[in-house]
């Protein structure tokens, strides 16, 4: 699988991702996204401040992330516990749900923290919708600490909690 900084030609077939990534989620009572986050103003943001990233295996689009230091105000209370160093923040991970379950998501957060290593940070954050098992197990299995937990006053009654993860970056 391979990594790479998305650009505006990739714009459709992100956007097209994101759909049918929100969809599979709302199928399964998951209401973490919606057409607000992330959208494909989000994208062309993100692929303009070139922090946009997608994967791909044998042409198909596997997968997208967002890869910034931007935190949310929310996580100002967490105790995290690497707060020396720059610090990674994954944003908007998404799978195909055609190609879930097959370790992609495990390869994908890989190549994001090696990326993040190789670009001078030393750890990586991410908040996770309290609800997505899936994806808790995903970070848990890849040695991702919870820390804390968030409430996103924004987002619908009943998914407004979110669980902060760190992980210290290693080669």
């Not at 929310?74 to 923040?89: A, C, K, M, S």
């Not at 495990?106 to 001078?120: D, I, M, P, S, T």
Request: hydrophobic fraction near 35%.
């Amino acid at each position: 699988m391979k990594m790479s900084e998305a650009k505006m030609d990739n714009l459709n077939r992100i956007d097209e991702l994101y759909k049918v990534c929100i969809l599979n989620l709302n199928e399964s009572g998951i209401y973490q996204w919606d057409d607000r986050y992330p959208n494909i103003t989000t994208y062309t943001s993100c692929i303009k401040d070139k922090c946009q990233y997608i994967f791909e295996s044998d042409g198909d689009l596997i997968g997208s992330v967002i890869l910034n230091e931007s935190q949310s105000e929310e996580w100002n209370l967490v105790p995290w516990n690497y707060i020396d160093g720059r610090i990674i923040v994954i944003h908007a991970l998404a799978i195909n749900p055609k190609v879930q379950g097959k370790g992609y998501g495990q390869q994908v957060l890989e190549l994001c923290e090696a990326y993040g290593f190789n670009n001078g940070y030393t750890a990586m954050r991410l908040d996770v919708f309290s609800k997505n098992a899936a994806a808790i197990r995903l970070y848990e299995k890849n040695a991702f600490q919870k820390v804390g937990e968030v409430t996103f006053s924004f987002k619908p009654i009943g998914h407004q909690q979110y669980y902060c993860y760190e992980k210290m970056l290693k080669e």
